[in-house]
């Protein structure tokens, strides 16, 4: 059994693997408060090219990035909806807003 947690989820994702956030499901994605301000990257071998947020905590956003390094391309979510990248996305933010 697993002890609780202090920790937030402030954002809920899914992932897909294709544009139009509705072909080849790669898996949800929860961002949580201790992440703040943190790169993280796309592991695996498979490209995702849209993202479905369900939900966004008032205060923080997520960040898209085309490279690896959260440097590039970067596109911002703040609410619930469909994200398509003109090219796939490779690395992700949660930061305040």
């Not at 509705?22 to 994605?29: H, P």
């Amino acid at each position: 059994m697993a002890l609780p947690t202090t920790d937030t989820r402030v954002i809920q994702l899914r992932l897909w693997g294709e544009t139009g956030c509705a072909e080849n499901n790669m898996g949800e994605l929860g961002l949580y408060q201790s992440g703040l301000d943190e790169c993280g990257t796309f592991a695996g071998p498979y490209a995702i090219h849209s993202i479905t947020t369900y939900y966004v905590v008032a205060g923080y956003a997520a960040q898209f990035f085309t490279d690896s390094n959260c440097e590039e391309g970067v596109q911002n979510v703040t609410a619930p909806g469909c994200l398509d990248g003109d090219t796939a996305f490779a690395s992700y933010k949660l930061v305040s807003n």
